[in-house]
Structures are given as C-alpha cells and as structure tokens.
C-alpha cells in the first residue's frame, strides 16, 4: 500500500509561482510513474504532467514551459514546481502513481492517489 499526501498549494496572484509536494510512503518509490492531475470547479479532473522512473516527462500542452514535474527518490518525493499561474489553473492539485512503467496521462493507470491540495490563482 502507498500513501500519498500532498502540500504547497495556496492562494497567489496570477503571475506567480507555486510548488506543490508529494510525499509517499513504501520502499519502491524509485520504482513508480509520478503524476499530477487537477479538478477545477465543475469540471472533470485533467491530466497535468507526469515522470516516470526513468525520468521521462510529459506535460498537458497548457502547462509546458510554465510548470516542471521533478522526484527526490531519497526523499520519497516528486513536487510540481509552477510558475506563471493562471487563473484558470485554479483546481485542487491531486498527485497519484502508478507501479507500471511508462508515460500515462488517463487515471485509470495509476494506483494510488493523495487526497488533494487546493491552489487558487487570483487575477
């Protein structure tokens, strides 16, 4: 079982930056997909970026050049580093992993999910 738990989420003006974390528990960290996902205010919940043990990364097209997906496997952790918000980047941020290798951007690839952290972007 891994547990996830996320942080670093917040209110900030459009233009700045966050950086969100997420740490896991379990001993083959090194091992998993890392992902990022957010659920806007009505919406479905989208893919954001995603690394995979091998370093590989893939990001939704609306969020390359601004945000940077990035793991410390002797920390257990992989942070979503994100500047130049948008409004409409508002969502709660969810991190999730997944034990098969590869690049996935559908939820149903991945295992296990945190519980979420909110970041609202003012304009």
């Known amino acids: 079982q891994v547990q996830l738990v996320e942080s670093g989420g917040g209110l900030v003006q459009a233009g700045g930056s966050l950086r969100l974390s997420c740490a896991a528990s379990g001993r083959a960290f090194s091992d998993y997909t890392m992902g990022w996902f957010r659920q806007a205010p009505g919406k479905e919940r989208e893919f954001v970026a995603t690394?995979?043990?091998?370093?590989?990364?893939y990001y939704k097209d609306t969020v390359k050049g601004r945000f940077t997906i990035s793991r410390d496997n002797a920390k257990n952790t992989v942070d979503l580093q994100m500047n130049s918000l948008k409004p409409e980047d508002t969502a709660v941020y969810y991190c999730?992993?997944?034990?098969?290798?590869?690049?996935?951007?559908?939820?149903?690839?991945?295992?296990?999910w945190g519980q979420g952290t909110q970041v609202t972007v003012s304009s």
């Open positions: 690394l995979t043990r091998s370093e590989s990364t």
């Open positions: 999730a992993a997944s034990v098969a290798p590869g690049i996935f951007t559908l939820e149903r690839r991945y295992n296990y």
